[in-house]
């Protein structure tokens, strides 16, 4: 669908319910039950739990990005902002260098103001959209700044890219706020979860939280005439090795349980990394996937006759998404020179 596009935050915050929704948020804080783990820490007064995450944002980067999806892209970049630290500890993650060492990420926590500043700064760059990546944990700072933002100026679409393991009374808050929902759907079974994330029923929680995702919504994706999206729900399917996170099982669920037109986002990246590289006990995890593997995984969309979305190029995917972070100003390489 291809259409002029206003991002619906912008009326919620004419008309005061941006800044009721913030506040809502925000009181979240005091008695922690941000993201499903629920750990009840008053992170107002910067009591820290499993996320070691407090009262203020932690950005590690933000940058015009070119490794999101393309209508993602575009000519300009997605200007991807990543949070530190995560409710999350996959032992593969690409990003763990800011997702797993909470006691490096405290020099880069921000004000709101400064990360509100960040989303215009961005979009005066030219990005298409405000992506924050890993933002879970920080739903109640993220709205404070979009509300601050919004005040000066911000129009972009918000694209809310998650590990899914969201609180869906969190999700109902987000409704209108968020443009469009990117989230993973890293497991079929819960015992995966629970071995290399380190979470408690993971696919129960992520399922409930896509399908509130599905409910805001629907199937359709709305985009500008550039082809840019500028609303919908795309979930994502990172390819494990030796098929650990059941392909076949989270793309018969997705069209079983929300439709057959559910845009779905195959990804080949997945390289060994983080304890997946380094740990005897994950040796399933400690090899890239192979090319049968990923067609296999490709041949299931046939299959199950899915045929909205995108998939990455196998023999690009693995090389590009490996980010430095070390680099904050461009931690991944330009993926337009592995094309």
């Known amino acids: 669908m291809t259409t002029e596009y206003q991002p619906n935050y912008l009326a919620l915050y004419e008309s005061g319910e941006l800044a009721k929704r913030v506040e809502t948020l925000e009181k979240l804080l005091y008695n922690c039950t941000v993201c499903p783990l629920d750990c009840g820490n008053n992170r107002v007064e910067n009591e820290l739990a499993r996320c070691y995450s407090g009262r203020l944002p932690i950005v590690s980067s933000y940058t015009q990005h070119f490794g999101e999806e393309p209508a993602l ?11 530190g630290n995560c409710n999350l500890r996959c032992v593969y993650c690409q990003n763990y260098q800011i997702s797993q060492a909470h006691k490096e990420q405290i020099k880069n926590e921000i004000t ?7 989303m215009l700064e961005l979009q005066a760059r030219g990005c298409h959209n405000i992506n924050f990546v890993s933002p879970t944990h920080f739903v109640p700072q993220m709205a404070r700044s979009i509300l601050l933002a919004a005040r000066a100026g911000l129009h972009l679409p918000i694209v809310y890219n998650t590990n899914a393991y969201d609180s869906i009374a969190v999700l109902r808050l987000l409704d209108g706020i968020v443009d469009v929902y990117l989230p993973d759907l890293k497991y079929a079974e819960n015992e995966a979860g629970y071995e290399y994330s380190k979470v408690r029923n993971y696919s129960d929680h992520a399922r409930r939280a896509i399908a509130e995702m599905y409910r805001q919504m629907g199937d ?7 082809g840019l999206l500028k609303r919908g729900l795309v ?3 990172l390819v494990l090795p030796n098929d650990l996170a ?7 669920w997705i069209r079983d349980s929300l439709s057959q037109r559910v845009a779905v986002s195959m990804m080949a990246q997945y390289y060994a990394t983080n304890r ?3 740990d005897a006990r994950y040796t399933l995890l400690s090899r890239r996937i192979t090319e049968s593997e990923w067609l296999r995984a490709l041949s299931m969309l046939d299959e199950l006759g899915m045929e909205e979305g995108w998939m990455q190029e196998y023999d690009t995917a ?8 070390t680099d904050r100003e461009t931690p991944f390489k ?6």
């Not at 359709?220 to 550039?226: H, I, P």
Request: net charge negative; glycine share 8%; charged share 30%.
């Open 73 to 83: 892209v575009g000519k300009h970049g997605a200007g991807n902002i990543f949070f």
């Open 112 to 118: 709101h103001e400064r990360l509100a500043e960040i």
């Open 220 to 226: 359709s994706l709305v985009f500008d005439a550039d």
């Open 235 to 237: 979930i994502r399917l």
């Open 246 to 252: 059941g392909v076949r099982e989270s793309l018969e």
């Open 276 to 278: 997946a590289a380094t």
């Open 318 to 325: 693995s090389h590009y998404y490996r980010p430095d972070f």
């Open 334 to 339: 330009d993926v337009r020179d592995f094309q």
